[in-house]
């Protein structure tokens, strides 16, 4: 079974997502970060490899996908409280980023989401586990 998760994502300008995300609260181990990539810190064992787009291409031969037009992935992040998840989604639009949805409240489970710099759909979520329903299909 995996141990940890490193979630590739391709950026146009490094310095740029660096900064965004570093206003969103997020750091980056320097071992694994030169110019043409970085590691984020999500959470315990849970990254996202930033790649410049050159260096992405080395590890695929489809072309890469322009996420301000087309979804390729919908990353998504817990938070401890409501009030975290609004946070960060306010700290994302004030750092270059946009919503892209509404929050939705499903009373066990609150969510928004942001769009990074690059377009990359973030879901920033919320969720009571006591008040989780017994049957969430019914």
Not at 69 to 79: F, G, H, M, N, P
Not at 85 to 101: F, R
Request: glycine content about 6%.
């Amino acid at each position: 079974m995996a141990t940890q998760i490193y979630v590739n994502l391709p950026v146009k300008n490094l310095n740029k997502s660096i900064e965004f995300f570093t206003k969103l609260g997020f750091s980056f181990n320097p071992q694994f970060t030169d110019e043409s990539a970085t590691c984020m810190i999500i959470g315990d064992n849970i990254y996202a490899m930033l790649l410049v787009e050159e260096r992405f291409k080395d590890f695929t031969k489809k072309p890469i996908t322009d996420a301000t037009k087309s979804t390729e992935v919908l990353i998504a992040i817990d938070a401890a409280t409501r009030a975290d998840v609004d946070t960060m989604v306010k700290n994302a639009i004030a750092a270059g980023g946009s919503t892209y949805a509404d929050p939705m409240d499903y009373g066990w489970m609150y969510q928004h989401s942001f769009a990074d710099l690059d377009g990359h759909q973030w879901e920033i979520l919320y969720m009571d586990e006591s008040a989780i329903p017994q049957d969430l299909n019914g």
